[in-house]
């Protein structure tokens, strides 16, 4: 179940988890005071002093921490051990966290005992929570029952969502024959009422109806969707609901209709206002941030391929709106990679790839010259991955709607990024095709900030790397 902030799709049961989690937070640098200082909170408000703002800013850090490495994405599917490594790694830099603010700013000093306790505390408060949250969120009261109208191709887009991220949200209570329909769902998933269409789904406790008919101009069943709509029980097209529910558009039910239709896909001078103000703050934030890293970086690629060798490498890419620039990346390739000339796609194990190349492809440190991109303008800080001409000019012949990932600025890291790994083929680029999709519909200061929290966790644990 989930519901939307400024185009934003937000899953409720991780909101709850979310919330929870907030709380125990605050609460455990209390607990942490108590136990370093023998239940004494006087003694403990006279050496740490007051309470409360550390607390809060303890549970901030740590929720931003977990943010980071993925725990509240509602596609996280890691199982155990990586629930384990990514708690640990989250709370790993909560304490790296607090002790650079109470190096930068003494006034919210909390001390190493009290921070220190905490962060075992949360360790083991998290782990509770996250098992409970394992066993609760599969209880149907997290989730919406649909009523899928259809059984062709359309509605086995629905019934052919195996993953459980793309499941925790719905159950499906029955496919209807739409009566125009060739039945492709399994017969035993066929409801045929003998009542309405309202007086089958309020028996059967429905929430939403999704329409998904191959063919709308026949028999399309306008009086009874409308009774159910009147009645509270909300209606949806099929593309919305797997958009939704995927994060994705998915391009085998999609139509030019529903793209003119729906909401998004805005360029507003208030989005493009937040989306420059927040390119140049990120950029000028990375900056100070990593200069250092960047300076080793060239001297690692001067020491491997000698004095004279080139730091950079400029290469032609596309941007917004079908528009050519040079992308400046640091160089991970050997100076003759493609010296006939001919483009070819990175792979898993390239040849070309450096030794230095590929520690710094490994962790994304060859994008970070891209921040001179962002800069100039041709560039955004989050955004479609930028392709290359002769790519682009291939993938628009054979994949519908490759074009329309271009009418967004391209980015350093981005949402296909994020949920899909590393893409060599034709088939990787039309999936990373609907993710873009669902960003260039979706885009939004909140949605590009929560994008750039998530990227820290691709880059620590070098997910989609080649």
Same mark, same amino acid.
């Not at 937000?10 to 709850?16: A, E, F, R, S």
């Given at each position: 179940?989930?519901?939307r902030?400024f ?15 907030a ?5 455990i640098?209390?607990?942490a005071?108590l136990?370093?200082?023998?239940? %004494?909170i006087d ?6 002093g ?6 809060v800013?303890?549970?901030?850090v740590?929720?931003i ?11 996280q599917?890691?199982k155990?051990t990586g ?6 790694a989250s ?5 790296a966290? =607090?002790?650079?603010?109470?190096y930068l700013?003494p006034q919210?000093?909390?001390?190493r005992?009290?921070?220190g306790?905490a962060?075992?505390?949360?360790? +083991? ?8 949250f394992d066993?609760l969120?599969?209880d149907?009261?997290?989730?919406r029952?649909?009523? /899928? ?10 019934s052919?969502l195996?993953?459980?991220? %793309? ?6 209570v ?5 009566g #125009? $329909? ?5 017969? *035993? ?5 003998a009542? #309405? ?9 429905v ?5 998904? =008919?191959?063919?709308r ?8 969707l409308?009774?159910?709509r009147l009645?509270g029980?909300?209606?949806?097209? /099929?593309v ?7 994060g ?10 529903? =793209?003119?239709? #729906? ?8 989005r ?10 990120a950029?000028?934030?990375l ?6 890293i960047m ?5 690692a690629?001067?020491?491997?391929d @000698?004095l ?17 620039f040079?992308v400046?990346?640091?160089?991970s =390739?050997?100076? %003759? ?5 001919k483009?070819?796609?990175a792979?898993a194990? $390239?040849?070309?790839?450096t ?6 492809r ?9 921040i001179?991109? +962002?800069?100039k303008?041709?560039m955004?800080?989050? @955004?479609?991955?930028p392709?290359r001409p002769?790519f682009?000019a ?11 990932r271009?009418? /967004?600025k ?6 296909a990024?994020?949920?899909?790994p ?8 039309? *999936?990373?095709?609907?993710? %873009? ?8 200061l909140?949605?590009d900030l929560m994008i750039?929290l998530?990227?820290?966790?691709? /880059? ?7």
């Open positions: 179940m989930s519901f902030i185009r934003y799709y937000i899953n409720l049961p991780i909101t709850v988890l979310a919330t929870v989690e709380v125990g937070l605050i609460a640098p209390y607990l005071a136990v370093r200082f023998d239940a %004494d003694s403990a408000e006279r050496s740490v007051w309470l409360l703002p550390r607390a800013l303890f549970a901030a740590a929720m921490s977990m943010v980071a490495m993925g725990l509240y994405s509602a596609r599917r890691a155990t629930l384990v490594v990514r708690i640990s709370l790993a830099l909560t304490s966290a =607090m002790a650079l603010l109470s700013v919210v000093h909390t001390g005992g009290v921070v306790i962060i075992v505390g949360a360790f +083991v408060f998290i782990g509770l929570s996250r098992a409970i066993r969120v599969n149907e009261v997290f989730k029952r649909i009523l /899928v109208y259809g059984v062709g191709k359309q509605a086995q887009s629905v052919m195996r993953r459980r991220a %793309d499941q925790r949200g719905f159950i499906v029955g496919y209807i024959p739409s #125009s $329909d060739r039945q492709i769902v399994p017969a *035993e998933r066929v409801a045929n009422p009542t #309405s269409l309202l007086d089958y789904a309020r028996t059967h406790g929430d939403e109806i999704v329409v998904a =008919m191959d063919d101009r026949r028999k399309f069943p306008v009086q009874q409308l009774e159910c009645a029980i909300e209606v949806i097209d /099929v919305s609901f797997l958009e939704r529910e995927t994705k558009v998915r391009l085998d039910v999609l139509n030019p209709s529903w =793209m003119i239709f #729906s909401e998004g896909f805005r360029r507003d001078t208030l493009r206002f937040s989306e420059l103000a927040f390119d140049l703050a950029a000028s934030i900056v100070l941030l990593t200069w250092w300076l080793l970086t060239a001297l690629i001067l020491l491997e @000698g004279r060798a080139q730091v950079f490498y400029r290469q032609t890419r596309v941007g917004i709106d079908g528009n050519n040079e400046l990346k640091f160089r =390739m050997r100076t %003759d990679a493609e010296e006939d000339g483009a070819r796609w792979r194990g $390239d040849t070309r790839v030794r230095v190349g590929a520690f710094i490994k962790v994304r440190i060859d994008e970070l010259p891209q001179l991109n +962002v800069l303008g041709d955004s800080f989050v @955004g479609p991955r392709e002769e682009v291939e993938l628009s012949e054979r994949i519908p709607y490759y074009r329309e271009h009418s /967004v391209p980015g350093i890291t981005g949402w990024q994020l949920c899909y590393y893409g060599s083929s034709e088939h990787d680029a039309t *999936e990373k095709l609907q993710y %873009d999709l669902y960003y260039v519909k979706n885009h939004s909140l949605f750039l998530q990227t820290a966790e691709v /880059v620590l644990l070098g997910n989609g790397a080649r």
